[in-house]
């Protein structure tokens, strides 16, 4: 049974930083894709960044582009997220997710999924 920790969430003002850690457990995760999704009150759940366990390939929303990094420890399976120049839209949930897949920016293509971890920017 594949299982997602998130952690890493809090409280930051605009303009800094917080790293997002995501411990996977239950699987060899060398044929998975591992996503980052955010979702804010009263909004649909939406894409962040996604990243190809074995090769590193990785893909992007256009609004975190350049600001947001995602990366993975193949030793520690674990995923990153690291979030620079945070803005007070990027306040949400944001959750570790898991597909057996090939990249995807749709929710519905990933089938294990996190608790979730709070991001909240100040303005």
């Known amino acids: 049974q594949v299982q997602l920790v998130e952690s890493g969430g809090g409280l930051v003002q605009a303009g800094g930083s917080l790293r997002l850690s995501c411990a996977a457990s239950?699987?060899?995760?060398?044929?998975?894709?591992m996503a980052w999704f955010r979702q804010a009150p009263g909004k649909e759940r939406e894409f962040v960044a996604a990243?190809?366990?074995?090769?590193?390939?990785?893909d992007y929303a256009d609004s975190v582009k350049g600001r947001f990094t995602i990366s993975r420890d193949k030793a520690k399976n674990t995923m990153y997220l690291q979030m620079n120049s945070l803005k007070p839209e990027d306040t949400a949930l944001y959750y570790c997710?898991?597909?057996?897949?090939?990249?995807?920016?749709?929710?519905?293509?990933?089938?294990?999924w996190g608790q979730g971890t709070q991001v909240t920017v100040s303005s």
């Open positions: 997710t898991a597909s057996t897949g090939y990249m995807s920016r749709s929710s519905r293509m990933y089938e294990y």
């Open positions: 239950g699987r060899t995760f060398s044929g998975y894709t």
């Open positions: 990243i190809r366990w074995s090769t590193g390939s990785t």
